[in-house]
């Protein structure tokens, strides 16, 4: 590629509604949920599922959920997202590349269309799409891939185009997801526990050929190992199941907790490495659900928590850790788009 030739990145993630309104978050969870990646069922008899029965009930309950995050700013999802999209900008900038950065939502707002007609529109010659999600999945990444490809077509942008599939085991990753859980408190000479709890996705997928659960157990193994910490000090769980009509990746996060406090381990370091930034399933589904079930089972236990026995390791979420992880994870991509 000739030097000088400016280079779209594209940051994917899933999205957020609008506004935690029941209104805002219909519209969002009919998008997503229309996904045949996400709810892969027929088409015609699930749209009347959907809206008649699904979207009334769910969108009232998400809507309180998402209220209870909402920050003055907004979406503290979207918040992020933007403090990303420009970190890394600057990051890019002081480094001399020719790169223009924008993060885009497969459900949410900006659109991924959006998103590529920015790039397109700045006269980017080339294109890098970067799904947040460490370890991709069909439903995920494979999303992305998706929407990238309409937006490509709708845009009528024929533009060489470099996917990144995953960064699971990317060492910059791998080091600041384990530097987190120490920022967090844990210590390597007491009894913590680390719990890598990751999302779920349908065990049809993995007999498709998803790799998803081998990814999550290589950058779980990896964190580990940067801790140093032995096998018996952390283990993995998976949350955020979508139906139960379907069998799901497991050992459940719930279940790994309750057996955890009847063994009565010492504090849990709660982590979700699959999350690049905290969302309605980090921020409201841990402190509100996960927390008060661990608690409860070590009551029912007979033991008696208190504000250390879990412990929540926040997303690298915008990070200065975070930028680099992205960063170094883009690099092999934009060598020649150097500012000439």
Known sequence: MPEGN?????????????????????RYLARFLSDPRIAPMN??????????????????????????IWTAEGSPFDVAHRKIESGLQRTFDDEGLNVMVRCAMSYGEPTVLDGVRALKD?????????????QSAHSTTGAVSDGVERALRKARWNVPCDFVDNYHDDPTYI??????????????DADDKVLFSFHSIPLADIEAGDTYELQTGASSLAVAGELGIDRNRW???YQCRFDKGREWLSPFTRDVLAR???????RVFFVCPNFAV??????????????????????????????RSFLYVPCLDRSRAHLKVLADVLHPYLKEVRHG
Do not use: M
């Open 122 to 134: 700045a006269g980017c010659e080339r294109l890098v799409v970067l799904p947040l999600y460490p």
């Open 278 to 307: 905290d969302c309605l399933e980090t921020l409201y589904d841990i402190e509100h659900e996960l927390k008060p079930h661990y608690f409860d089972c070590l009551r029912k236990a007979g033991r008696t928590p208190d504000a």
């Open 260 to 266: 955890w406090a009847e063994a009565g381990v010492g």
């Open 235 to 237: 283990t993995i769980g």
């Open 175 to 188: 080091r600041a997801i384990a530097a987190s859980i120490e920022h967090a408190g844990f210590q390597l």
């Open 43 to 68: 088409r015609l008899g699930w749209w009347f599922v959907l809206h008649l029965f699904i979207l009334p009930k769910r969108a009232r309950a998400s809507a309180e959920k998402y209220r209870a």
């Open 6 to 26: 400016r280079c779209g990145v594209l940051l994917v993630n899933t999205g957020t509604p609008t506004e935690p309104t029941p209104r805002a978050v219909r």
